[in-house]
């Protein structure tokens, strides 16, 4: 994540047209899903919290190029994530490239020909891994590093709400192990002074 994000800055300031880097970068401080990165709206950034009201969906067809619609999020699942610092100042460096290029967009991640797609972010973050110098990762793998990041200091419930998930869902299919072998010793040595004492 570390090399992500670094490679990231430096690709932003190097082109900062490229509004797809943007969209990964909130991948990697929300965990919010390829589709819901390009649905996302200006009118779901408020002061205190991101709402994800939108998800992007695709069709596709056998005689026809398929086609990009906006609907639900997945499951329905309206939901609300906590406004950081970090996720401020990154929608006000957004804000910032829209005006200097005259964006005019409803949604964040637009530039000139307008809204850009799932698609085109999946396709960033391939290139932005392989500039990183990282095995090549989607945003759903962004998403299952920030639940586990998540779930390591917050209960599952929280988590599983944050990243519009059920509980079950999350627990079993959106963490990592991402303790350090120093911690996991720590543990041990604690549960067997636990045995020895019960002994």
């Not at 800055?9 to 082109?15: D, E, T």
């Not at 100042?89 to 957004?94: M, P, V």
């Not at 962004?142 to 929280?158: C, E, K, N, Q």
Request: proline share 2%.
């Amino acid at each position: 994540m570390y090399k992500l994000i670094t490679t990231l800055h430096l690709k932003q300031n190097a082109n900062d047209s490229y509004i797809q880097n943007y969209a990964i970068e909130l991948a990697t401080l929300t965990g919010m899903r390829v589709g819901e990165l390009a649905a996302l709206k200006w009118e779901c950034v408020e002061e205190n919290f991101l709402k994800i009201d939108y998800s992007e969906h695709r069709m596709d067809y056998e005689d026809k190029p398929c086609e990009y619609y906006i609907g639900e999020p997945k499951n329905q699942k309206h939901r609300q994530f906590p406004m950081s610092d970090e996720l401020r100042a990154l929608f006000k460096k957004i804000k910032e490239v829209h005006k200097k290029y005259g964006i005019t967009s409803e949604y964040v991640f637009a530039n000139k020909e307008g809204r850009v797609n799932s698609h085109t972010i999946t396709c960033a973050m391939s290139r932005r891994c392989k500039d990183a110098g990282i095995e090549a990762r989607s945003i759903h793998a962004i998403r299952r590093t920030v639940s586990s990041h998540l779930r390591a200091v917050l209960p599952i419930a929280t988590v599983a709400n944050m990243l519009g998930h059920l509980e079950e869902t999350n627990d079993k299919h959106y963490n990592y192990d991402i303790s350090e072998d120093k911690i996991k010793v720590n543990c041990l040595k604690e549960m067997y002074h636990t045995f020895k004492e019960i002994a």
